[in-house]
């Protein structure tokens, strides 16, 4: 986002968008990467309802991706997914991205 | 009653691109509230570290209304907002029906804004207060604040040659919300999110002032690898640390009776802030630790058993 | 039509409530401010204004509370004095810093410690830079229209800015004194309706209030205080006009009270310059050309009324009822002599403390002001040359 003039802003430090901390991207936070197995999930959305960066996507209440632009690399998704399932991976970035 | 499959159908009202710490859970704590509330609901968040990391100017994190005002009032400066809610609704103004959230950490609950907290209850706002209790002044540099367990080591009791952490057993904050006699007050935790969230749903339901006190663990100040933030809390819970229970007009439901109730220092090991506790010459302070959890579980027990004859 | 009434400075700030009834209004109370809120809390019971007045427990939770009803929408007003004041402070800035038009009378009040409940400008002063708007009262007519005024002075587009409408504690509120109101109806028409630009309640375009605000945007933000604090010396003039239209008394940002050819004059704020006047009056009879020249808008501060005011003067007095510690002279003295500075005018200025705590000024005291002022004219005064009114020696 460009730095606006004192002319151009909301008074007041108003933020009129809602939510566009969407447009702020925290993925090169991460040191690991979750790598997500469609195969083997279940859908029990354990990981989803777990992230703390809104980061497990979802369509019609299924994960269909995560969302690497906001993705810390927590693990948590990882940790929670259910042990017979393990559907998600932590991987060391550096080794995800040589992968790529 | 909502579990993730039913909360999925919700629209998420908390972006990521806020800045939190990684595996942050009071972050969570929120995405499940707002989960819960939904569109129409007013926020209001003291200063700590939600208010920080999700409204870096210009980057707001929040699809809802947000307010934030400063450390101390986040209880006033919703109760204000509620009351002009209600003069427009009089007035004919504004017709929908609208939630009114305060929040706070435990810094800004448990101490600073304790007195602000108290005084919206007492006055009877058509509001909830959530908590998010973390257990320290974290946003600051992890310091001690009233919510912070005994023999806890934070920047500001830190582990020396003398003094071992923490002194003090943390201030009965949920008691003293009890003690408020409001409509409902609740203990619950990201950890355990249907019910959290069945509480969310329930206290905005209410008509009257309700306080729901969520621990929501911090990987940075408890010193636990990230992954495990749900576990900690879960912990906490099967401990009987931090009971899920609930108080609706007086009448106290537990919501969770652990199977085994496990000893406290298994919520403790592996955290970095209880590390120096499991030397041999600290090991008392463990003792008067559990001894203070198994009363408190029994007396919310008790009362449990009282209230609902 | 004009309703004569007789009342305190306090029932005068009511009735001008009662009649501009806010949505909410937030109260905590302080001596000498709570016959003002008695007052108020009567016209609620009794059903006669549509507010939801929130009873809190701190004038730190009056204030929060204000904040957020305001953001919330609600035309917003509260009171208080001195050390309610001083708790309310962190507020207080953050209510101006977020843009939120709310109207605020304070019945100055001298601050702790030692405690003290009578009269002096500490308080208000204390808080000249806080980013609020200062309309300071000579007397319960005063009262009430600043009061009225403050409302449209605040909510105006090119202000919004809270506004402060300062009075004497016991001197102006306590004291009854005839003063003509407005009809309701005039007054409710004079008000209007609020409408915000931003408002929490809108949860259809949901807007984040008071975010974290660091080293890339904060200035822009303080830049655009300035502006608003700027544009309110044409909109307090502009106000002032019309509601002369309305009522018939002028306002203006200072009153110029015989200064057009006064060789001395006295600068003074609050009820004293109804002392002053009588002074005034008197000297004048007597064939003295003296002068009074009161400042109703201390902030913003009228540089060119306070040059234009002056410029006859030989020698001026300028009266302090607060001191600003370790400086040279008082609060207004500072601003007198920055206000002249690089005008080229060459006239003595002399500081004068009184009425601290409440401590009298009469009649007496501000014709020796004049008469000192007589015998300074032509002499370099230091800034921190401070006279005392009204202390033992």
Redesign the interface.
């Given at each position: 986002m460009s730095e606006r003039s004192w002319k151009e802003i909301p008074i007041g430090g108003i933020i009129e968008e809602a939510g566009n901390a969407d447009s702020y991207e925290t993925g090169s936070w991460r040191t690991y990467r979750p790598i997500w197995d469609a195969e083997k999930c279940i859908h029990c959305l354990a990981c989803w309802i777990a992230c703390p960066d809104s980061s497990i996507l979802l369509e019609d209440g299924k994960m269909v991706g995560i969302d690497y632009a906001h993705c810390k690399g927590c693990g948590i998704c990882a940790f929670e997914c259910p042990d017979k399932i393990s559907a998600l991976e932590m991987v060391l970035e550096t080794d995800a991205a040589a992968a790529k | 009653m909502p579990a993730p499959k039913q909360l999925a159908q919700h629209e998420d009202l908390v972006t990521g691109g806020h800045r939190a710490c990684a595996g942050c859970l009071p972050m969570t704590a929120m995405r499940q509230l707002l989960l819960a509330a939904g569109q129409d609901t007013v926020v209001g968040c003291a200063t700590g570290c939600v208010e920080v990391v999700t409204t870096i100017y210009p980057y707001t994190a929040w699809k809802t209304p947000f307010i934030h005002n400063a450390f101390e009032n986040s209880a006033a400066t919703i109760s204000g907002a509620e009351a002009a809610y209600t003069s427009l609704r009089k007035q004919g103004k504004i017709d929908k029906k609208i939630n009114f959230i305060a929040m706070g950490g435990d810094g800004g609950t448990y101490d600073i804004g304790l007195q602000s907290l108290s005084g919206a209850m007492e006055r009877g706002h058509n509001m909830l207060y959530i908590c998010y209790d973390n257990q320290a002044y974290m946003n600051t540099g992890i310091q001690r604040s009233g919510g912070t367990p005994k023999g806890t080591a934070t920047s500001t009791t830190p582990v020396g040659k003398v003094i071992p952490g923490k002194t003090q057993f943390p201030k009965p904050l949920t008691e003293i919300m009890i003690a408020h006699d409001i409509p409902f007050v609740a203990q619950a935790t990201p950890g355990y999110p249907k019910d959290f969230t069945d509480k969310v749903e329930k206290a905005l339901a209410i008509d009257g002032p309700a306080f729901i006190n969520v621990l929501a663990p911090c990987p940075r100040g408890w010193r636990y690898p990230a992954e495990q933030s749900m576990e900690y809390a879960r912990l906490a819970v099967n401990t009987c640390f931090w009971p899920l229970f609930e108080v609706e007009y007086g009448v106290f439901k537990v919501n969770r009776k652990p199977k085994e109730k496990l000893p406290v220092s298994k919520w403790f090991e592996g955290q970095g802030r209880f590390r120096h506790l499991f030397k041999e010459a600290n090991k008392g302070i463990i003792d008067e630790v559990q001894a203070e959890v198994d009363r408190k579980w029994a007396w919310i027990l008790k009362r449990e058993e009282l209230t609902q004859a | 039509m004009a309703r004569r009434l007789t009342l305190t400075g306090n029932d005068a700030a009511a009735e001008a409530m009662r009649q501009i009834d806010p949505?909410?209004v937030?109260c905590f109370p302080i001596t000498p401010q709570t016959e003002l809120m008695h007052k108020f809390a009567d016209f609620v019971a009794d059903g006669e204004v549509?507010?939801?007045m929130?009873?809190?427990?701190?004038e730190?939770?009056a204030m929060?509370?204000?904040?957020?009803?305001?953001?919330?929408?609600?035309r917003?007003m509260t009171a208080t004095s001195a050390n309610g004041l001083a708790l309310m402070w962190?507020?207080v800035y953050?209510a101006a810093?977020?843009?939120?038009p709310i109207v605020m009378p304070v019945v100055n009040r001298a601050l702790s410690g030692p405690i003290n409940i009578h009269c002096d400008h500490s308080d208000t002063m204390g808080c000249r830079d806080t980013g609020w708007i200062q309309l300071y009262s000579e007397n319960a007519q005063e009262v009430y229209d600043n009061i009225l005024q403050a409302i449209l002075i605040a909510e105006n587009p090119d202000v919004?800015l809270p506004v402060m409408v300062t009075f004497d504690g016991f001197i102006i509120s306590h004291t009854v004194e005839v003063l003509d109101a407005l009809e309701d109806k005039e007054a409710s028409d004079w008000v209007g309706e609020y409408k915000a630009?931003?408002?929490?309640?809108?949860?259809e375009?949901?807007?984040?209030?008071?975010?974290?605000?660091?080293q890339?945007?904060y200035?822009?933000?303080k830049?655009?205080q300035i502006?608003?604090m700027s544009n309110a010396t044409g909109v307090i003039k502009s106000v002032g006009k019309a509601y002369e239209k309305l009522s018939g008394r002028a306002y203006g940002m200072t009153e110029r009270y015989m200064t057009d050819d006064a060789d001395y004059v006295v600068v003074a704020l609050g009820s004293t310059c109804g002392t002053a006047k009588v002074v005034v009056d008197e000297m004048r009879a007597e064939g003295k050309r003296v002068g009074l020249l009161k400042i109703r808008s201390f902030r913003p501060f009228p540089h060119a009324e306070i040059v234009a005011g002056l410029a006859s003067a030989k020698a001026i007095g300028v009266l302090d009822r607060s001191v600003s510690f370790g400086a040279p002279g008082g609060p207004v003295h500072k601003e007198i002599l920055a206000a002249l500075s690089g005008t080229g005018h060459q006239t003595s200025i002399v500081n004068y403390l009184y009425g601290l705590g409440g401590r009298d000024i009469s009649l007496d005291h501000i014709r020796s002001v004049f008469e000192e002022l007589e015998t300074v004219a032509g002499k370099t005064i230091a800034p921190n040359e401070v006279r005392f009114i009204g202390l033992r020696g």
């Open positions: - | - | 949505d909410v937030t549509k507010a939801e929130v009873l809190v427990e701190s730190h939770s929060s509370a204000a904040v957020g009803a305001a953001s919330a929408g609600a917003v962190e507020i953050i810093s977020n843009r939120l919004l630009m931003y408002t929490l309640l809108d949860t375009k949901p807007a984040t209030f008071g975010p974290l605000d660091l890339d945007y200035f822009e933000h830049r655009q502006e608003g």
